[in-house]
Protein backbone atom coordinates (compact mmCIF):
# COMPACT_ATOMS: atom_id res chain seq x y z
CA UNK A 1 0.00 0.00 0.00
CA UNK A 2 1.45 3.39 -1.06
CA UNK A 3 0.39 6.79 0.34
CA UNK A 4 0.91 9.86 -2.40
CA UNK A 5 0.73 13.23 -1.09
CA UNK A 6 1.26 16.53 -3.01
CA UNK A 7 2.56 18.42 -3.21
CA UNK A 8 5.83 17.58 -1.18
CA UNK A 9 6.39 21.38 -0.25
CA UNK A 10 3.94 24.24 -0.35
CA UNK A 11 4.88 28.00 0.05
CA UNK A 12 2.07 30.15 1.32
CA UNK A 13 1.38 33.93 2.30
CA UNK A 14 -0.45 34.75 5.57
CA UNK A 15 -3.68 34.39 5.44
CA UNK A 16 -3.85 32.26 2.34
CA UNK A 17 -5.12 29.14 1.41
CA UNK A 18 -3.47 25.66 1.35
CA UNK A 19 -4.34 22.23 0.39
CA UNK A 20 -2.66 19.11 0.72
CA UNK A 21 -3.58 16.08 -1.29
CA UNK A 22 -3.30 12.32 -0.34
CA UNK A 23 -4.18 9.32 -2.44
CA UNK A 24 -4.15 5.51 -1.51
CA UNK A 25 -3.26 2.63 -4.13
CA UNK A 26 -5.91 1.09 -2.22
CA UNK A 27 -8.99 2.00 -0.34
CA UNK A 28 -9.82 2.67 2.83
CA UNK A 29 -13.19 1.47 3.40
CA UNK A 30 -12.90 -1.00 6.29
CA UNK A 31 -15.69 -1.88 8.04
CA UNK A 32 -17.73 0.59 6.69
CA UNK A 33 -15.62 3.37 8.18
CA UNK A 34 -12.64 5.31 6.45
CA UNK A 35 -9.45 5.34 8.81
CA UNK A 36 -7.40 8.23 7.15
CA UNK A 37 -6.17 10.58 9.64
CA UNK A 38 -3.69 13.93 8.80
CA UNK A 39 -0.70 14.77 11.09
CA UNK A 40 1.31 17.81 11.91
CA UNK A 41 4.73 18.10 12.98
CA UNK A 42 5.81 21.43 13.97
CA UNK A 43 9.57 21.93 13.65
CA UNK A 44 11.60 20.22 16.68
CA UNK A 45 8.30 18.32 18.19
CA UNK A 46 6.38 15.44 17.87
CA UNK A 47 4.12 14.94 15.59
CA UNK A 48 0.22 15.86 16.53
CA UNK A 49 -2.89 14.34 15.04
CA UNK A 50 -5.47 16.79 13.51
CA UNK A 51 -7.60 14.71 11.21
CA UNK A 52 -9.51 11.56 12.06
CA UNK A 53 -11.29 9.63 9.62
CA UNK A 54 -11.59 11.62 6.89
CA UNK A 55 -12.93 14.85 8.37
CA UNK A 56 -12.94 15.14 12.63
CA UNK A 57 -10.98 17.20 14.06
CA UNK A 58 -8.68 16.26 17.21
CA UNK A 59 -9.42 18.51 20.46
CA UNK A 60 -8.19 21.97 20.47
CA UNK A 61 -7.46 21.91 16.46
CA UNK A 62 -8.55 25.36 14.84
CA UNK A 63 -11.42 25.01 12.57
CA UNK A 64 -9.09 26.49 9.93
CA UNK A 65 -8.47 22.90 9.38
CA UNK A 66 -10.82 20.60 7.37
CA UNK A 67 -10.70 17.19 5.52
CA UNK A 68 -12.96 15.73 3.29
CA UNK A 69 -12.64 13.17 0.62
CA UNK A 70 -13.79 9.27 0.36
CA UNK A 71 -12.13 6.41 -1.21
CA UNK A 72 -8.50 6.97 -2.24
CA UNK A 73 -8.71 10.41 -2.64
CA UNK A 74 -8.04 12.73 0.35
CA UNK A 75 -7.46 16.60 1.05
CA UNK A 76 -6.34 18.72 3.57
CA UNK A 77 -7.49 22.28 3.69
CA UNK A 78 -5.91 24.92 5.83
CA UNK A 79 -8.97 28.17 4.89
CA UNK A 80 -6.28 31.09 6.20
CA UNK A 81 -2.25 30.11 7.00
CA UNK A 82 -1.11 31.17 10.23
CA UNK A 83 2.68 31.61 11.22
CA UNK A 84 1.64 28.58 13.37
CA UNK A 85 0.68 26.06 10.73
CA UNK A 86 4.44 26.37 9.36
CA UNK A 87 5.59 22.16 9.53
CA UNK A 88 5.20 19.23 7.75
CA UNK A 89 1.65 17.27 6.85
CA UNK A 90 1.09 13.57 7.13
CA UNK A 91 -1.61 11.45 5.70
CA UNK A 92 -1.90 8.27 7.24
CA UNK A 93 -4.04 4.88 6.54
CA UNK A 94 -5.15 2.27 8.95
CA UNK A 95 -4.80 -0.19 8.69
CA UNK A 96 -1.68 -1.34 6.61
CA UNK A 97 -0.44 1.77 8.93
CA UNK A 98 0.94 3.26 5.95
CA UNK A 99 2.24 6.89 6.19
CA UNK A 100 2.54 9.22 3.35
CA UNK A 101 5.76 11.06 2.38
CA UNK A 102 5.23 14.44 3.82
CA UNK A 103 4.13 17.92 2.95
CA UNK A 104 6.22 20.97 4.17
CA UNK A 105 4.24 23.89 4.30
CA UNK A 106 6.26 27.08 4.70
CA UNK A 107 5.45 30.69 4.82
CA UNK A 108 6.13 32.79 1.49
CA UNK B 1 -3.35 15.39 31.30
CA UNK B 2 -1.76 12.25 29.05
CA UNK B 3 1.92 11.90 29.08
CA UNK B 4 3.98 9.08 27.25
CA UNK B 5 7.73 9.44 28.17
CA UNK B 6 10.13 7.49 26.31
CA UNK B 7 13.54 6.51 26.97
CA UNK B 8 16.21 4.19 26.57
CA UNK B 9 17.84 5.25 23.15
CA UNK B 10 21.49 5.89 22.62
CA UNK B 11 24.03 4.95 20.45
CA UNK B 12 25.06 1.42 19.67
CA UNK B 13 26.68 -0.36 17.26
CA UNK B 14 25.65 -2.11 14.21
CA UNK B 15 24.76 -5.67 15.43
CA UNK B 16 24.02 -4.73 18.74
CA UNK B 17 20.80 -4.30 21.10
CA UNK B 18 18.35 -1.28 22.32
CA UNK B 19 15.54 -1.68 24.61
CA UNK B 20 13.28 1.10 24.30
CA UNK B 21 10.43 2.14 27.07
CA UNK B 22 7.42 4.13 27.14
CA UNK B 23 5.60 4.62 30.50
CA UNK B 24 1.97 6.31 30.18
CA UNK B 25 0.42 8.64 32.62
CA UNK B 26 -3.34 9.42 32.20
CA UNK B 27 -5.04 7.12 30.53
CA UNK B 28 -6.27 3.50 31.07
CA UNK B 29 -3.58 1.99 29.72
CA UNK B 30 -4.42 -1.76 29.10
CA UNK B 31 -7.63 -0.09 27.19
CA UNK B 32 -5.26 0.51 24.12
CA UNK B 33 -3.52 -1.18 21.20
CA UNK B 34 0.04 0.77 21.45
CA UNK B 35 2.50 1.96 18.64
CA UNK B 36 6.01 2.60 18.08
CA UNK B 37 6.84 5.19 15.08
CA UNK B 38 10.05 6.04 14.00
CA UNK B 39 11.65 9.31 11.92
CA UNK B 40 15.19 8.56 10.72
CA UNK B 41 17.01 12.16 10.80
CA UNK B 42 15.72 14.48 7.96
CA UNK B 43 13.12 12.02 6.57
CA UNK B 44 9.18 11.37 7.22
CA UNK B 45 7.25 9.35 9.55
CA UNK B 46 7.64 5.06 9.23
CA UNK B 47 4.89 2.79 11.93
CA UNK B 48 7.29 0.36 13.05
CA UNK B 49 4.93 -2.04 15.54
CA UNK B 50 1.68 -2.12 17.36
CA UNK B 51 0.38 -4.39 20.58
CA UNK B 52 -2.99 -4.75 21.74
CA UNK B 53 -4.23 -3.53 24.54
CA UNK B 54 -3.51 -7.31 26.40
CA UNK B 55 -0.68 -7.84 24.50
CA UNK B 56 -2.09 -11.16 22.49
CA UNK B 57 -1.33 -9.47 18.92
CA UNK B 58 1.21 -8.00 17.76
CA UNK B 59 2.23 -6.66 13.97
CA UNK B 60 5.52 -5.24 12.81
CA UNK B 61 6.34 -3.54 9.65
CA UNK B 62 8.70 -6.06 7.21
CA UNK B 63 12.12 -4.15 7.86
CA UNK B 64 11.97 -4.88 11.43
CA UNK B 65 10.36 -8.40 11.40
CA UNK B 66 12.55 -10.87 13.55
CA UNK B 67 14.94 -8.89 14.47
CA UNK B 68 12.66 -6.21 17.09
CA UNK B 69 9.92 -7.49 19.60
CA UNK B 70 7.48 -5.11 21.06
CA UNK B 71 5.94 -5.63 24.87
CA UNK B 72 4.04 -4.62 27.35
CA UNK B 73 3.87 -4.13 31.10
CA UNK B 74 0.11 -3.22 31.85
CA UNK B 75 0.66 -3.22 35.41
CA UNK B 76 3.50 -0.86 35.47
CA UNK B 77 1.39 1.06 32.54
CA UNK B 78 4.71 0.50 30.32
CA UNK B 79 5.40 0.08 26.53
CA UNK B 80 8.72 -1.69 25.46
CA UNK B 81 10.90 -1.90 22.17
CA UNK B 82 13.75 -4.90 22.08
CA UNK B 83 15.43 -3.94 18.90
CA UNK B 84 18.06 -6.70 18.09
CA UNK B 85 20.35 -6.82 15.56
CA UNK B 86 20.50 -3.16 14.65
CA UNK B 87 21.47 -1.58 11.49
CA UNK B 88 22.67 1.85 9.86
CA UNK B 89 18.82 2.17 8.86
CA UNK B 90 17.31 2.33 11.98
CA UNK B 91 18.85 5.05 13.06
CA UNK B 92 16.19 7.54 13.83
CA UNK B 93 13.93 9.17 16.59
CA UNK B 94 11.71 6.33 18.13
CA UNK B 95 8.13 7.93 19.32
CA UNK B 96 5.12 5.68 21.28
CA UNK B 97 2.04 6.65 20.30
CA UNK B 98 -1.70 5.25 21.75
CA UNK B 99 -3.68 3.59 18.82
CA UNK B 100 -7.03 4.78 18.15
CA UNK B 101 -7.31 3.14 14.49
CA UNK B 102 -3.96 4.59 13.83
CA UNK B 103 -1.94 6.69 16.32
CA UNK B 104 -3.98 8.80 18.10
CA UNK B 105 -3.40 12.45 19.47
CA UNK B 106 -1.18 11.30 22.09
CA UNK B 107 2.58 10.98 21.02
CA UNK B 108 5.66 10.73 23.34
CA UNK B 109 8.95 13.17 22.72
CA UNK B 110 11.15 10.89 21.28
CA UNK B 111 13.94 8.85 22.30
CA UNK B 112 17.08 8.92 19.52
CA UNK B 113 18.56 5.15 18.34
CA UNK B 114 21.53 5.84 16.51
CA UNK B 115 23.41 3.37 15.20
CA UNK B 116 26.91 3.32 14.13
CA UNK B 117 30.42 2.45 14.46
Known amino acids: VVMTQSPLSLSVTLGQPASISCRSS??????????LHWFQQRPGQSPRRLIY???KRDSGVPDRFSGSGSGTDFTLKISRVEAEDVGIYYC???????FGQGTKLEIK | EVQLVESGGGLVQPGGSLRLSCVDS????????MNWVRQAPGKGLEWVAS????????YYVDSVKGRFTISRDNAKNSLFLQMNTLRAEDTAVYYC??????????WGQGTLVTVSS
Open chain 2, 97 to 106: ARDNHGPDDY
Open chain 2, 26 to 33: GFTFSNYW
Open chain 2, 51 to 58: IKGDGSEK
Open chain 1, 26 to 35: QSLVHDGHTY
Open chain 1, 53 to 55: EVS
Open chain 1, 92 to 98: MRWPLNT
